[in-house]
């Protein structure tokens, strides 16, 4: 392990192959069923997340509380002298301040131990690559301030847009006006929308997903023009659709790098099945 431990929570959405390459601690977030509490990725999947909202059941999603952290940040100080928290946008998630309670507690029981916390200001795939970007660093062996400094600048640059099947779930967890998600449910749309600094904004309604690509694809066109950049994939269940989506983006831009991933199941809770997108990082 590097001498910087990065440390995000599931949100991120991370590719398995980033995984297999750098050491991230990822943290799952909790996602609750009637009575019952289920932890990210340990005990339940995407795909169990999208029976459950096919059968018309009621989902809902927590923070770790910051004792989670606590023992994370404990049993990473036997390897690590400084840890990197980067966590979802906290506008969109109390585990940006679950992860502040821990870190107070942590540097008086680990003085020696350097923690900081970055809010992304924003989520899933987007919060992937600038996790990416943290973890490349460390592992070259730049120290905290540096990897801090690279972070800091890549958070503003980096993007997702989603093209969302619905609202129906976002509205659910309170993250989409109800008259919006009854609109497009009735009109049949798909909204595409995107995140800056920490807030959804929608750039339009489409009739189809291929009409909903064909407005990403031309956005990110706007935005990145010839520079190259890195992207992911992210999707909820349309793995087909993400593989032939990745063929789009290497053949439309200059890519240094591309990776396909499925959401965790817990933006699965709050996107439904049916929804995809990029993000992307201009170099």
Same mark, same amino acid.
């Given at each position: 392990m590097?001498?910087?431990?990065?440390?995000?929570?599931?949100?991120? #959405?991370?590719?398995?192959?980033?995984?297999?390459?750098?050491?991230?601690?990822?943290?799952?977030?909790?996602?609750?069923?009637g009575d019952k509490t289920y932890v990210d990725g340990i005990n339940i999947t995407p795909q169990q997340v999208y029976s459950l909202q096919r059968a018309d059941e009621m989902l809902t999603t927590s923070a770790p509380p910051p004792g989670t952290f606590l023992e994370i940040f404990h049993r990473l100080a036997e390897k690590a002298k400084e840890i990197l928290c980067l966590t979802v946008a906290s506008t969109y998630s109390a585990t940006f301040s679950?992860?502040?309670a821990a870190i107070e507690t942590a540097r008086k029981q680990l003085p020696k131990l350097r923690i900081e916390l970055v809010d992304c200001y924003t989520g899933s795939a987007a919060q992937a690559l600038i996790a990416l970007t943290a973890a490349r660093a460390a592992k070259l062996g730049n120290n905290l301030n540096?990897?801090?400094?690279?972070? $800091?600048?890549?958070?503003?640059? /980096?993007?997702?847009?989603?093209?969302l099947d619905t609202l129906k779930y976002l509205e659910r967890g309170g993250r989409a006006p109800k008259v919006g998600a009854w609109a497009t449910s009735l009109l049949k749309l798909k909204p595409v929308a995107t995140n800056r600094m920490g807030h959804a904004h929608f750039l339009g309604m489409v009739r189809s997903r291929p009409q909903g690509i064909d407005r990403l694809i031309k956005t990110m066109k706007q935005t990145v023009g010839l520079n190259k950049l890195?992207?992911?994939?992210?999707?909820?269940?349309?793995? /087909?659709? %993400?593989?032939?989506?990745? =063929? #789009?983006? =290497?053949?439309?831009? $200059? #890519? $240094?790098? /591309?990776?396909?991933?499925?959401? /965790? %199941?817990?933006? %699965?809770?709050?996107?439904?099945?049916?929804?995809?997108?990029? %993000?992307?990082l201009p170099s």
């Open positions: 590097s001498n910087v431990a990065i440390v995000t929570d599931s949100v991120s #959405c991370l590719p398995q192959a980033i995984n297999n390459e750098y050491e991230i601690e990822i943290v799952p977030l909790y996602i609750h069923h679950s992860m502040q540096q990897i801090l400094s690279k972070v $800091n600048q890549v958070i503003p640059k /980096t993007e997702i847009i989603m093209v890195s992207a992911i994939v992210v999707h909820s269940d349309l793995e /087909t659709e %993400a593989k032939e989506l990745e =063929r #789009c983006l =290497r053949s439309e831009f $200059n #890519c $240094n790098e /591309t990776y396909i991933t499925e959401v /965790t %199941a817990v933006v %699965a809770v709050h996107l439904g099945p049916g929804s995809i997108g990029i %993000a992307f």
